[in-house]
T-cell receptor, first 111, second 113 residues
Framework: QKEVEQDPGPLSVPEGAIVSLNCTYS??????FMWYRQYSRKGPELLMY????GNKEDGRFTAQVDKSSKYISLFIRDSQPSDSATYLC???????????FGKGITLSVRP | DSGVTQTPKHLITATGQRVTLRCSPR?????VYWYQQSLDQGLQFLIQ???????AKGNILERFSAQQFPDLHSELNLSSLELGDSALYFC????????????FGQGTRLTVV
């Protein structure tokens, strides 16, 4: 079993839809949880990070962490065509700085 | 623009050869991380340097090595290249020891033929 599993894609939604992206993990030592966005031919860009269970909101984006279920989500409200990209979840333990990524899901927002 | 500069952007080389990828971190960032991204494995952490010292190692092959210089730029050396080494190689940097706010460069696309 991989340490981090991410829902397979691709995902296509109409503009304005609410998007839910999910990851599960198996390593209880993960303490920090991140979401990256990667446009085609670009490097990943950090969207959000959190270290506690619960919700964290930033504009149209909400990151949710449920440590008891080992489950994290990223919600995108009022999705825009500019949100079309690959989204990667990532997690880190406090101990050794190793960042572990999910394989990513490609999102397409149709105008 | 993340402020992390990677050169070259593209590299095509033959099996058995050696290449060097270069990374200039954001101004003031002391940590540099190297990652490999391939279609089948996704984004894999290779190695981290902090202020010139190796800090953490991930899935880095023995044929690969890295270093961080006094001016904080870093190089990733890949030797005895195999077809399976074809991938995107990313460098990221952060101000501190942890990954929590690492900024990625645009990557070097390596093609081994």
């Amino acid at each position: 079993q991989k340490e981090v599993e991410q829902d397979p894609g691709p995902l296509s939604v109409p503009e304005g839809a609410i998007v839910s992206l999910n990851c599960t993990y198996s390593n209880s030592a993960f303490q920090y949880f991140m979401w990256y966005r990667q446009y085609s031919r670009k490097g990943p860009e950090l969207l959000m990070y959190t270290y506690s269970s619960g919700n964290k909101e930033d504009g149209r984006f909400t990151a949710q962490v449920d440590k008891s279920s080992k489950y994290i989500s990223l919600f995108i409200r009022d999705s825009q065509p500019s949100d079309s990209a690959t989204y990667l979840c990532a997690m880190i333990t406090g101990a050794n700085s190793k960042l572990t990524f999910g394989k990513g899901i490609t999102l397409s927002v149709r105008p | 623009d993340s402020g992390v500069t990677q050169t070259p952007k593209h590299l095509i080389t033959a099996t058995g050869q050696r290449v060097t990828l270069r990374c200039s971190p954001r101004s003031g960032d002391l940590s540099v991380y190297w990652y490999q991204q391939s279609l089948d494995q996704g984004l894999q952490f290779l190695i981290q340097y902090y202020n010139g010292e190796e800090r953490a190692k991930g899935n880095i092959l023995e044929r690969f090595s890295a270093q961080q210089f006094p001016d904080l730029h870093s190089e990733l050396n890949l030797s005895s290249l195999e077809l399976g080494d074809s991938a995107l190689y990313f460098c990221a940097s952060s101000a501190h020891r942890g990954h929590t706010e690492a900024f990625f460069g645009q990557g070097t696309r390596l093609t081994v033929v």
